[in-house]
């Protein structure tokens, strides 16, 4: 396609690959596409230690160094053969050397600072603390006060940019990675209910890490208390045992057409997690309008207000969780309300397309803001995908 006018922004999105983070880089390539005024390079920073990187203690170990070595051999890959505009890293751990890039703008992206992260570590094996802390303090505060503007999934991290970090709140734009509405049709809280009369209630939880998203606690729940009572379905790569009214879907992907269809199906989400920062299982639920029952963890009390789209648990409290879900089983007018608002939401607050191009327009401002756009008619240049050397 031709695009007429002054050249396309040269885009450099540098994005880790890691847990909820690859869903957000497929929904923002998707859309991406959709903007002639952009001409993107990907490089997409894998997680598992490789190569050299797999043999070095202190690299293979520590996914921040891993990352940003990752992420610094990418980005002097694709400025060999393209001229950036401007570069985003997704997330900080991408972007420890990114002031090195002094001669292009740089926007950072994340779900979490590392102190918001410090508060749920434990349940990611990392353990804060220690005589580096302070040097992993000051090489973070440099990247961010280096960097042009900065994107927040949540206010939860824009408080601690601002609070632990110095970041003015004016560089600091809230933006949630959101959800593909188009895979996730609207259906009506009462259809749904209405559809659940003759069967037993369906109870749904997504997880990949079943320990830290609250799986053990959901099933222990479950055998105790709500087997003879409704059917849970478990969407985990860990290794489950079914049972009576007990369900295991393993190796499912995200977007795929068995994870809508489980969506689809089910009657209440269940995701009462131990620790995370802001997880996208929770807005996928509320754009498929069930009521969600989760926990006062990390961002999601500002995804789900208690008693308006779900309601909140203290985390690993099995009997907090008892009586949500007994009192949604209950209450098929209720599972209805809180899904609508809860889709509702999601329209409102989440939606990928219209998040893509707020975040769009961030990059474009700090391109703008970097340098002088020469005023020449040029091709939309093909998306490029860079590797990331190991």
């Known amino acids: 396609m031709e695009f007429e006018g002054p050249r396309p922004y040269q885009l450099g999105f540098v994005m880790e690959q890691n847990l909820g983070h690859r869903t957000h880089f497929r929904n923002l390539q998707r859309y991406v596409a959709d903007d002639p005024t952009v001409a993107p390079t990907w490089m997409p920073i894998e997680f598992p230690a490789q190569g050299l990187h797999a043999r070095l203690p202190v690299v293979r170990s520590n996914w921040s160094v891993r990352a940003s070595l990752l992420a610094q051999r990418a980005v002097s890959a694709a400025r060999k053969e393209t001229q950036l505009d401007v570069l985003f890293y997704h997330t900080q751990v991408t972007a420890l050397l990114s002031p090195s890039q002094h001669d292009?703008?740089?926007?950072?992206?994340?779900?979490?600072?590392?102190?918001?992260?410090?508060?749920?570590?434990?349940?990611?094996?990392?353990?804060?603390?220690?005589?580096?802390?302070?040097?992993?303090h000051r090489i973070n505060r440099r990247a961010l006060d280096h960097a042009s503007a900065i994107v927040s999934w949540c206010q939860w991290a824009k408080d601690s940019l601002i609070r632990d970090y110095g970041v003015p709140d004016e560089k600091v734009t809230v933006i949630a990675p959101g959800v593909d509405l188009e895979q996730w049709p609207v259906r009506c809280g009462q259809d749904r209910a209405a559809s659940s009369m003759n069967r037993l209630p369906r109870l749904l939880f997504v997880g990949g890490d079943f320990e830290r998203k609250g799986g053990a606690v959901l099933l222990d729940c479950f055998r105790r208390y709500l087997y003879q009572d409704c059917e849970l379905h478990l969407v985990t790569q860990t290794p489950v045992e079914p049972g009576h009214h007990l369900y295991v879907h393993n190796d499912v992907t995200p977007n795929s057409e068995t994870l809508l269809r489980l969506y689809e199906e089910a009657d209440i989400f269940v995701f009462p997690t131990l620790a995370d920062c802001a997880p996208l299982a929770v807005p996928e639920a509320m754009a498929a309008s069930l009521p969600v029952i989760t926990t006062r963890i990390g961002a999601i009390p500002e995804m789900v207000r208690d008693g308006e789209q779900g309601f909140l648990v203290a985390p690993g409290s099995v009997d907090e969780l008892r009586v949500a879900i007994h009192r949604l089983m209950n209450s098929p007018q209720l599972r209805a309300r809180l899904g609508n608002h809860g889709r509702a939401t999601v329209e409102a607050n989440y939606d990928a397309a219209r998040n893509a191009e707020r975040l769009l327009d961030v990059l474009k401002d700090a391109a703008g803001r970097g340098r002088e756009r020469a005023p020449t008619s040029a091709t939309h240049a093909a998306p490029q995908l860079v590797p990331a050397a190991n």
């Open 104 to 136: 292009v703008p740089v926007v950072i992206s994340l779900d979490a600072t590392p102190l918001n992260y410090d508060t749920v570590g434990a349940y990611y094996g990392h353990t804060p603390g220690g005589p580096l802390e302070s040097v992993k």
